[in-house]
């Protein structure tokens, strides 16, 4: 069972077994939030007591290191990709936060593979297929007014209006 190092190879790597076997292979994921034991919270705390009592120390420049979890809090959120017909299993485990949102998206997209749907396109703009003609301007100013003629000059107002000088 294989840890990869990068959530987009896990992506791919997912994407690329799920086209192979859609039909048994499963997405997990499991988030889990790990408070520090008493002993780990007293040694942080005799360490923070330990450097708030020395001197500080002029000749330094450089500013001391960010503690990375001042709370103690230890969050992970694993992704894991089963097929049980080939015995593949990938897995994916990160710490940061800002990367759970972007994972999750990805578990929308590789769902639409899972249940067989086609690819969803980004561009909501673009016609979707080649076969789908888009109407020429004269049918949709008919959908615009209700099939009703409308003549030109009431309310197009596409001209310049003359700008009045001094007299």
């Given amino acids: 069972m ?19 076997r859609p ?16 002993s780990k919270i007293k040694k942080r705390e005799k360490y923070a ?3 708030a009592a020395k001197p500080a ?11 990375s979890n001042p709370t103690g809090v230890t969050a992970t959120f694993v992704l ?16 940061k936060g800002a990367e759970v949102g972007r994972l999750i998206n990805s578990l929308g997209r590789l769902g ?5 749907l086609p690819e969803a ?16 301007v004269d049918e949709q100013e ?7 003629p409308v003549p030109a000059a009431a309310g197009t107002g596409g001209g310049k209006k003359k700008k009045k000088g001094k007299k």
């Fill in 142 to 148: 008919d959908i615009k007014t209700g099939g009703v």
């Fill in 121 to 136: 396109i980004d561009d909501l703009s673009a016609p979707q297929d080649a076969s789908v003609a888009t109407p020429n």
């Fill in 112 to 116: 639409r593979e899972m249940a067989g």
């Fill in 57 to 67: 120390d002029t000749s330094r420049t450089s500013s001391p290191p960010p503690q």
């Fill in 49 to 51: 007591a330990k450097q």
């Fill in 80 to 95: 894991k990709t089963y097929d049980p017909v080939s015995g593949t299993c990938l897995q994916y485990e990160t710490t």
């Fill in 23 to 38: 039909t048994s292979t499963r997405i997990t994921s499991k988030y889990t939030v790990l408070k520090p034991s008493a």
């Fill in 2 to 20: 294989p840890y990869l190092k990068a959530s987009t190879e896990w992506y791919e790597q997912s994407s690329l077994l799920l086209k192979a």
